[in-house]
């Protein structure tokens, strides 16, 4: 067992999620104690069995509200923001929520701050989330200067709502839309990111204050993404690609398959940049989406897991 972070104690907030998840296992193997600081703690009691006994705690937090947050880091050695939002309040979360955990943080004098934003996080972005995304950052910084900031692209994995949602459509429709056919993405595997997340916290002086844009071995696009995902599992599809004016009407309609500020955010690649700095900093190899796919996408197939393997024998 790496012991990296033998006994520090250290406060993830949205730790039930689905990247927390990996990144809960991942300290825990590093011999961290974690405090799982969600809304809900029903949300994360999945992460009990991940370490041994007394190894986990579990609070009940919202990172809205000042108070609750100075108290889940209280005594903490480090701090993780995972909270994000897809839709809704984005301001109240991604900036209001991020400001008041790094101000605790610092407060409380913890010796580290990941924050989780994303690639495309700019002030000046046309999308909500992509503005909101970029003041948190700068809010996260103004009070915790040492921060370090993770920008992933899409991250995937056996639980993803991204690579399952397009499986699913896939699944269940005879012709399949494809809205943004022609926008790059860098998918990046969960445990790949878990992996950076981990190596930060156990060397946070090498990485204090500085932003890293995390992206997989390929860029694609969500065209091929979406025929590449049939091709696994084993479907023949007919996809349509949506004319970018029809989606951006439909965005605008209710029960749309996408809001107006996702279509913003489809304007442009979501990819790592040139200048940034990524994997490489941390030594972390990117996996393929090939490479780990397979163990749950038999579901997908025509005729379940076990088409699947009668096919491939």
């Known amino acids: 067992m790496n012991m990296d972070l033998d006994g520090q104690l250290i406060c993830i907030f949205g730790g039930g999620g689905f990247l927390g998840r990996y990144i809960a296992q991942n300290l825990l193997d590093r011999g961290a104690r974690l405090r799982v600081a969600e809304r809900s703690i029903n949300n994360a009691m999945h992460i009990k069995p991940l370490g041994n006994l007394g190894q986990t705690q579990f609070l009940s937090a919202d990172v809205t509200k000042a108070d ?17 939002i897809l839709n809704g309040d984005f301001e109240a979360t991604h900036v209001e ?24 996080a700019d002030v000046a972005s046309p999308s909500r989330y992509g503005k909101s995304k970029g003041l948190g950052e700068a809010a996260v910084l103004k009070a915790f200067p040492n921060a370090i900031i993770l920008r992933p692209s899409i991250v995937f994995g056996r639980e993803d709502q991204f690579i399952n949602r397009f499986a699913s459509m896939i699944t269940m429709l005879p012709v399949v839309p494809v809205i943004g056919s022609d926008t790059k993405f860098q998918p990046i595997f969960v445990g790949d990111v878990a992996d950076v997340a981990a190596e930060a916290l156990s060397h946070p002086d090498l990485y204090a204050g500085q932003t890293f844009e995390l992206g997989g071995p390929e860029v694609i696009s969500m065209g091929d993404l979406n025929r590449r995902i049939a091709s696994m599992t084993g479907r023949e599809k007919v996809f349509v690609e949506v004319p970018d004016f029809v989606s951006k009407i439909l965005a605008m309609l209710p029960a749309s398959p996408i809001t107006t500020d996702q279509y913003k955010m489809l304007q442009k690649d979501n990819v790592v940049g040139r200048r940034a700095k990524g994997l490489d900093s941390f030594d972390v190899a990117p996996t393929p989406l090939a490479t780990v796919a397979g163990g749950w996408m038999e579901k997908y197939t025509a005729h379940g897991r076990f088409g699947a393997r009668a096919k491939a024998s």
């Open 68 to 84: 609750s947050v100075a108290r889940a880091v209280h005594g903490c050695d480090a701090v993780v923001n995972l909270v994000g």
């Open 97 to 120: 929520g991020a400001r008041n955990i790094a101000e605790a943080a610092s407060a409380a004098g913890c010796g580290a701050l990941l924050h989780l934003s994303a690639i495309g």
